[in-house]
C-alpha cells in the first residue's frame, strides 16, 4: 500500500513535521494511532475543521486508526493560537452540547467500525479533575519557559497581555498527548499549522517523560492564493450544519471559488484522483467553471449527500443558467416592500444595508434593476437577485 506521507505530500497537505524519516518509515510498516484535535467552541463544525476530517480519511484507509480528541477540558480555557485577544470561557453545560453535535457529524465522515475504526474522546475525562499540583510536578517540570514564550501562539500576544489561564493551555494540549500515548499507545498528532508549537510540546513530552517515539505533523492552512482563509462569507463561518448553512449556500461558496484556488481546494478537500484534477484544472479561461462546478458537487455530496448536492446544482442553474427550479425563500405576507424583502429573505442584515444595496444598484426584482427601496413588491411571487451571485424565488405567505 502506498504510504500515506507520499499521499498526503503529493495533495499539498504537509507543512511540518519532526523526525520525517523514521515517521514515514513507521507509517510504511505498522498500524499507527494519531489524533486530531477539535475544540468544542460552536455547536457545529466548519470548512477548516473539514480539512482536518479530510486528512483523517487518508489515514485511515491507508491503514491508521484515528483517535478524534474533543477539547472538553481545554474548551474551557480556549487556545491563544491565531489570537490576538482571550477567547471567551463556555460553561461545562455548553461544551457538553457542542461535545455531542460535533460526535453525530464526524460519524458522517469517518468510519467508526472496523480494526482501525476511530474512537472519540473527551479531554474533560482527565483534565477537569485534575490535581494541579501532581500536574505541575509531573508534567510542568518538563517545559522552559524561556522556551515557550518563543512560540508564535504566545509571542503574538503578548504586546495585549497574555493570561496566565491561557499560558496553561500548552502544557494541557501535552499532556492530551501523553495520556493518548499511554491509554491507546497514540504517537502522531497531527493538526493545522497554527498549532505547530502545541503538537510539538505534546511530543517532546513523550520523548522526554517516556522515552518512546512521539511524532508532530502538521497541514498547511486552508487560505486563498492572497492569503486570507477561507471558510469565511458575509454571514460568518461556512459551516457543515445545513441548518447554519443550507446545501445551496455552501454549494455556491465552492461554485465561486477563486480561479486560482480551485486546483488547491480539489487537493485538500475532495478525493477527486490527482490526474483528473490536474485535467480539470489545466484551462485558465471560462472552461474553468466547469471545474468549480464539479468542485461545488464532490464537497456538497460529501458533506450533504447525494440527493441534496443534486437539488443545490439544480437549484444553482435555475438561478444562473435559466434551468429547473431556483431556490425559494419564504417571506411574511406583512412584508410589503423592497427593503423589507431584501432582510425577511436573509439577503441583507438591516434596513439600513438594503437601502443602500439598491441605491448602489444591486439587486432586481424579476430580472429588472430596483432603483427605489421603498417600491412595493410585485402580486405574488417573484425573484430577487442581490448582485450576480445570490438569486432566490420569494414566495409570499398567508
Avoid at 491565531?82 to 458522517?108: I, L, N, P
Avoid at 479531554?123 to 494541579?132: E, G, I, M, Q, R
Avoid at 491507546?184 to 508549537?197: A, P, T
Avoid at 513523550?206 to 497541514?219: G, H, S, V, W
Amino acid at each position: 500500500m502506498k504510504n500515506v506521507m507520499d499521499t498526503l505530500r503529493e495533495r499539498g497537505f504537509i507543512k511540518q513535521t519532526v523526525y520525517e524519516e523514521e515517521l514515514y518509515e513507521k507509517l510504511g510498516k505498522e498500524s499507527v494511532p494519531f489524533y486530531i484535535g477539535f475544540d468544542p467552541t460552536a455547536d457545529s463544525l466548519h470548512v477548516g475543521h473539514f480539512m482536518q476530517l479530510v486528512a483523517m480519511k487518508h489515514m485511515q484507509d491507508a491503514g491508521h486508526k484515528p483517535i478524534i480528541l474533543i477539547g472538553g477540558g481545554t474548551g474551557m480555557i480556549g487556545d491563544p493560537s491565531g489570537r490576538t485577544d482571550m477567547r471567551s470561557m463556555m460553561t461545562k453545560e455548553a461544551v457538553a452540547y457542542h461535545v455531542e453535535c460535533f460526535k453525530k457529524q464526524m460519524a458522517r465522515f469517518v468510519r467508526f467500525e472496523g480494526e482501525n475504526g476511530a474512537i472519540v474522546v473527551n479531554n474533560a475525562d482527565w483534565l477537569l479533575n485534575l490535581n494541579y499540583v501532581d500536574f505541575l510536578r509531573d508534567v510542568g517540570v518538563h517545559f522552559s519557559v524561556n522556551k515557550m514564550l518563543t512560540a508564535e501562539c504566545f509571542r503574538s500576544r503578548m504586546e495585549k497581555g497574555l493570561s496566565f489561564l491561557e499560558f496553561n493551555y500548552m502544557l494541557m494540549q501535552a499532556y492530551d498527548f501523553l495520556v493518548l500515548h499511554q491509554k491507546y499507545h497514540c504517537s502522531l498528532e497531527l493538526g493545522g499549522d497554527d498549532q505547530w508549537s502545541n503538537i510539538l510540546a505534546g511530543a517532546d513530552l513523550i520523548r522526554r517523560k517516556e522515552q518512546k517515539p512521539a511524532f508532530a505533523m502538521t497541514f498547511t492552512l486552508l487560505t486563498t492564493s492572497e492569503g486570507k482563509k477561507m471558510g469565511k462569507t458575509q454571514k460568518g463561518a461556512v459551516w457543515l450544519d445545513e441548518n447554519k448553512t443550507s446545501p445551496y449556500e455552501f454549494y455556491q461558496y465552492w461554485r465561486n471559488t477563486n480561479d486560482a484556488d480551485v486546483e488547491k481546494c480539489f487537493k485538500l478537500l475532495t478525493f477527486v484522483p490527482l490526474a483528473e484534477v490536474e485535467e480539470l484544472c489545466k484551462y485558465k479561461d471560462e472552461r474553468m467553471n466547469a471545474a468549480k462546478e464539479r468542485l461545488a458537487y464532490e464537497l456538497t455530496r460529501t458533506v450533504h449527500g447525494e440527493e441534496k448536492a443534486q437539488t443545490a446544482a439544480a437549484q444553482a442553474k435555475a438561478a444562473f443558467g435559466g434551468e429547473g427550479e431556483m431556490p425559494e425563500k419564504a417571506i411574511p405576507a406583512s412584508v410589503t416592500t423592497l427593503t423589507g424583502a431584501l432582510v425577511a429573505a436573509g439577503l441583507c442584515k438591516s434596513n439600513g444595508e438594503a437601502r443602500r444595496l439598491v441605491e448602489q444598484g444591486g439587486v432586481s426584482v424579476n430580472g429588472e434593476k430596483a432603483e427605489d427601496a421603498n417600491a412595493p413588491l410585485p402580486d405574488g411571487d417573484f425573484t430577487l437577485f442581490k448582485g450576480k451571485k445570490v438569486r432566490l424565488k420569494v414566495v409570499r405567505g398567508a
